[in-house]
């Protein structure tokens, strides 16, 4: 276990000083953090366009958290960097196993997607005047890092998948976040689907996650959200499951091909 | 990748109006995807020449030769932009296979034009986003910055009517806000008011876009070129 935690540990340093070469403390305020807020404000201002305050805040909500899934899921391509840069073959012929490095390398785009998700929900809660009752609020917060957390879980599962196909890695992540944000409850109910893509929608992560940090907001009873919590936990730990048993196959596959050094 | 996200913003916007029973919303939720996926595709493209030359070496041939940099980059984004009106056809599938809404073109003629300057504007946007991106630390990280902000103020889905007034001089001299308008009117049956006009502005300031990008691109060119860094990658 401590081996484990130490890899984990320099993975994740390592995806740090990566993360470091992309933003700069300006560039993430200026560039990404008006970008998210911008993103956050689209998706209220369709409330307005309904003519429903109620509605404006639903969606401000759902806009917010999915940003913890969107940034988490950043992973999927940054799992794919490491074999751009030549150095999956000695990942793969190292001691340790692919897939803890690569769970701690992404490791910062959790702790990203939650600064971005809570960020951009109090600047958006402030324009649209969305009530935010004390101290509920505060639970917002581990919530939200409970949603980038099972995100990050199917993100490194498909990671292991494009790392097989390089160049789908950004396709796989943007139709899986559009996915998430057309059927996880982010704009309309999950109700609101056919029975299918119910059943879809409540195995992706947010979708609970989401639910538990409305009826938060709302008022409701923690009787009535924990259940979501533990849906969201279980779905991100299932997640976690399928990457464990399919990522080092996965990994090591351009072993067998000769294709490991390719970087497409 | 913008045409691969399209049905997904389709289905989106599509379910959050119909849900909401406002089905008078339909033109605004179709013609989102398609300015989005125009806009996308044309930044990634405009982002990627500069970025892809670099990283192949051949930035300095394109430089050094006689044709004029900035038309070079106007011609290549003007064919990806084309491409980006295959978007159009997407969400006319997906409203009707998955919604059943069948997208009713009450004038089709203003419909097209503006499609067609709104491919020549974006084009001529994109020359000014070409010349940036050769001086961002991160082509990347740039085109991501300028996605939502310019859906917001372009009211690529929600008409700039509903943002505060300070901020509509800013949205007026953005042209995605004039082809939004024009697009969704030329869905609504009702008689369209100074088309000639809207589309001279989208017209207007996509050649103005270009003007500033064309300046933009000689001069960052001419300093990279001075301080030797043009086949940085």
């Known amino acids: 276990m401590r081996h484990v935690l130490r890899v984990l540990r320099h993975a994740a340093a390592t995806g740090y000083q990566d993360y470091k070469t992309i933003y700069t403390w300006r560039t993430w305020l200026i560039g990404w953090y008006l970008r998210v807020v911008a993103q956050v404000v689209f998706f209220a201002l369709i409330g307005e366009l309904l003519g429903s305050r109620a509605r404006t805040h639903e969606l401000l909500v759902g806009a917010a958290v999915l940003l913890a899934t969107v940034t988490s899921f950043i992973a999927v391509a940054s799992t794919a960097w490491e074999r751009w840069a030549g150095t999956l073959p000695l990942l793969v012929a190292s001691p340790s196993s692919a897939v803890v490095v690569f769970a701690g390398r992404s490791v910062t785009f959790i702790g990203d997607g939650v600064v971005t998700s809570l960020g951009s929900f109090l600047a958006a809660a402030a324009i649209f005047d969305l009530p935010l009752p004390w101290p509920r609020i505060l639970l917002v917060a581990p919530l939200t890092l409970l949603v980038a957390v099972s995100s990050y879980m199917l993100a490194i599962f498909l990671g292991?998948?494009?790392?097989r196909a390089m160049s789908t890695r950004n396709v796989v992540s943007n139709l899986a976040t559009g996915t998430i944000m057309a059927i996880g409850g982010v704009v309309v109910p999950v109700g609101y689907y056919p029975q299918p893509v119910q059943w879809l929608a409540n195995i992706l992560p947010l979708t609970h996650g989401l639910e538990a940090i409305r009826d938060l907001l709302a008022g409701e009873a923690a009787a009535e959200i924990l259940p979501n919590v533990g849906l969201e936990a279980a779905v991100g730990l299932g997640w976690l499951g399928l990457a464990l048993l399919t990522f080092n196959h996965l990994a090591e596959s351009g072993r067998r091909d000769g294709s490991i050094e390719f970087a497409s | 990748m913008p045409l691969v996200t399209v049905p997904l913003f389709?289905?989106?916007?599509?379910?959050?109006?119909?849900?909401?029973?406002?089905?008078?919303?339909?033109?605004?939720?179709?013609?989102?995807?398609?300015?989005?996926?125009?806009?996308?595709?044309?930044?990634?493209?405009?982002?990627?020449?500069?970025?892809?030359?670099?990283?192949?070496?051949?930035?300095?041939?394109?430089?050094?030769?006689?044709?004029?940099?900035?038309?070079?980059?106007?011609?290549?984004?003007?064919?990806?932009?084309?491409?980006?009106?295959?978007?159009?056809?997407?969400?006319?599938?997906?409203?009707?296979?998955?919604?059943?809404?069948?997208?009713?073109?009450?004038?089709?003629?203003?419909?097209?034009l503006t499609l067609a300057a709104s491919g020549l504007a974006m084009s001529g946007t994109a020359v000014i986003m070409a010349a940036l991106f050769v001086l961002a630390r991160s082509?990347?990280?740039?085109?991501?910055?300028?996605?939502?902000?310019?859906?917001?103020?372009?009211?690529?889905?929600?008409?700039?009517?509903?943002?505060?007034d300070w901020l509509e001089p800013l949205s007026s001299v953005v042209f995605l806000s004039w082809s939004a308008d024009l697009l969704r009117d030329s869905l609504d049956p009702a008689p369209v008011s100074g088309a000639a006009v809207r589309l001279g502005m989208v017209l207007a300031l996509g050649t103005g876009g270009f003007v500033i990008g064309r300046l933009l691109l000689r001069r960052i060119l001419n300093r990279v070129r001075a301080d030797g860094t043009v086949g940085y990658a």
């Open chain 2, 10 to 112: 389709t289905v989106t916007f599509l379910a959050v109006v119909r849900h909401a029973g406002r089905d008078d919303l339909t033109a605004y939720a179709v013609m989102a995807p398609v300015l989005i996926a125009l806009w996308q595709l044309s930044l990634l493209d405009s982002g990627e020449i500069i970025e892809a030359d670099r990283w192949q070496g051949v930035l300095e041939v394109v430089i050094a030769a006689p044709a004029n940099v900035s038309t070079v980059v106007l011609g290549r984004v003007f064919a990806v932009t084309a491409v980006a009106f295959l978007a159009f056809i997407e969400v006319w599938f997906v409203a009707r296979a998955l919604f059943g809404v069948t997208i009713e073109f009450h004038h089709p003629g203003l419909f097209l």
């Open chain 2, 139 to 164: 082509a990347r990280t740039f085109q991501n910055s300028l996605s939502y902000p310019f859906y917001v103020l372009g009211g690529v889905l929600v008409p700039v009517s509903f943002l505060p």
């Open chain 1, 160 to 163: 292991g998948l494009v790392l």
